[in-house]
């Protein structure tokens, strides 16, 4: 194998390392976040919370991008009569992302 091979199979083996860590942090985001949402829902910690948590992950597959999570969370919050603006939202959603990824990446 002669060296362009091999630096062409270095950036896809880092392509696909940066992809899952891509995939792995939104998980976490959209888990924190759904933790942060749980609390101003006022769920009760634990089992509760975790749950919902998890629907806010799965609403991430709903659609590509961060409008179907922001969408759940804005109709969530206005069923139980909670304000709160998608600017907060999307406040929230990049502070959890900044937080997801340090936990992923700061072992």
Same mark, same amino acid.
């Given at each position: 194998?002669?060296?362009?091979? !091999?630096?062409?199979?270095?950036? +896809?083996?880092?392509?696909?390392?940066d992809? !899952?860590?891509?995939?792995?942090?939104?998980?976490?985001r959209?888990?924190?976040l759904?933790?942060?949402?749980? =609390?101003r829902l006022?769920? @009760?910690?634990? =089992?509760?919370? +975790?749950?919902?948590?998890?629907? &806010?992950?799965?609403?991430?597959?709903?659609? @590509?991008?961060?409008d179907?999570? &922001?969408?759940?969370?804005?109709?969530?919050?206005a069923?139980?009569?909670?304000?709160?603006?998608?600017? !907060?939202?999307?406040? =929230?959603?990049?502070?959890?992302?900044? !937080?997801?990824?340090k936990?992923?990446? +700061?072992?």
């Amino acid at each position: 194998m002669n060296s362009f091979e !091999e630096r062409q199979k270095g950036f +896809e083996a880092q392509f696909v390392r940066d992809q !899952e860590l891509s995939f792995r942090v939104a998980a976490r985001r959209n888990k924190l976040l759904g933790l942060w949402a749980a =609390e101003r829902l006022g769920l @009760p910690a634990g =089992e509760a919370a +975790e749950t919902y948590a998890q629907t &806010i992950v799965a609403a991430d597959f709903q659609a @590509p991008g961060d409008d179907d999570v &922001i969408k759940k969370l804005h109709d969530d919050f206005a069923a139980k009569g909670v304000g709160v603006s998608q600017t !907060e939202l999307r406040a =929230e959603l990049a502070r959890a992302a900044t !937080e997801a990824y340090k936990q992923l990446t +700061e072992r």
